[in-house]
C-alpha cells in the first residue's frame, strides 16, 4: 500500500518552455500532497503543500506564478514549471499523505533539464 | 524554526551495526521521522517516532528522546545496499510539514 507515481520521471527542455509533472496517489486517498526540489548533494526542500480542493501553500522563496500547482482531486497532484530557465534543473519530488495519517509518502521523482 | 543536524558521512563494513544521530532544535515537535533515499532516488520512509523510547523494525532501529531533542537511527547486519542517505525530518505541532536534515551519507565496504 501508499504507492505514489510520478510522470514523467525525466525531462528535458529548452528554456522558456512550460513543464508539467504529474503526481498520483495510486492506493489511497491523499488530502495532502507536498512537492520539493532538490538540488545535487542537497537536502529535500519543501516548495509547496497542497490540499485537495484548495490553494497550494508556497514557502517563502517560491513563485507561485513560476510553479503553479493544482490539486484537483483526491488522488492528483500537478505541478508546471513555467518558462523553465537552467536554474530550474533539479530533482523534481512530490510525496502524499492519506486522511488521519502520520506518514508521508513520496513518488519516485521527476529529474528537469532546463537546455 | 526548525534546525536539525546530522553527520554528513559515515562508513562502516558489512554485518556491522551503525549508529546514526540527529539532533534537532525546534520551537515545537510532533513527530521525527527517518527516510532513506538512494541516489538519484526518492526517498523511502523507515521510521516514525512520536513517543521517547526505542521503535524496532527488522534491522532497523530508531530511538527518540524528546527531552534532548535527540533521535538516532540504528541498523544492523549491515549490507551493501544499505549505502544510501539517510534523512531524519521532524514535524512541528499543528502542521503536516516536514523539515528535513541535510541527510547521512552512508558507504558500507566489504
Known amino acids: 500500500g501508499a504507492v505514489v507515481s510520478q510522470h514523467p520521471s525525466r525531462v528535458i527542455c529548452k528554456s522558456g518552455t512550460s513543464v508539467k509533472i504529474e503526481c498520483r496517489s495510486l492506493d489511497f486517498q491523499a488530502t495532502t500532497m507536498f512537492w520539493y526540489r532538490q538540488f545535487p548533494k542537497q537536502s529535500l526542500m519543501l516548495m509547496a503543500t497542497s490540499n485537495e480542493g484548495s490553494k497550494a501553500t508556497y514557502e517563502q522563496g517560491v513563485e507561485k506564478d513560476k510553479f503553479l500547482i493544482n490539486h484537483a482531486s483526491l488522488t492528483l497532484s500537478t505541478l508546471t514549471v513555467t518558462s523553465a530557465h537552467p536554474e530550474d534543473s533539479s530533482f523534481y519530488i512530490c510525496s502524499a499523505k492519506g486522511v488521519g495519517g502520520e506518514t508521508q509518502y513520496f513518488g519516485p521523482g521527476t529529474r528537469l533539464l532546463v537546455l | 524554526g526548525q534546525n536539525i543536524d546530522q553527520p554528513t558521512e559515515m562508513t562502516a563494513t558489512e554485518g556491522a551495526i551503525v549508529q546514526i544521530n540527529c539532533t534537532y532544535q525546534?520551537?515545537?515537535?510532533?513527530?521525527l521521522f527517518w527516510y532513506q533515499q538512494h541516489a538519484g532516488e526518492a526517498p523511502t520512509f523507515l521510521s516514525y517516532n512520536v513517543l521517547d523510547g526505542l521503535e524496532e523494525k527488522g534491522r532497523f532501529s530508531s530511538f527518540l528522546s524528546r527531552s534532548k531533542g535527540y533521535s538516532y537511527l540504528l541498523l544492523k547486519e549491515l549490507q551493501m545496499k544499505d549505502s544510501a542517505s539517510y534523512l531524519c525530518a521532524v514535524r512541528p505541532p499543528g502542521y503536516s510539514t516536514l523539515t528535513f536534515g541535510k541527510g547521512t551519507m552512508l558507504l558500507v565496504s566489504p
Open positions: 525546534t520551537s515545537g515537535f510532533n513527530g
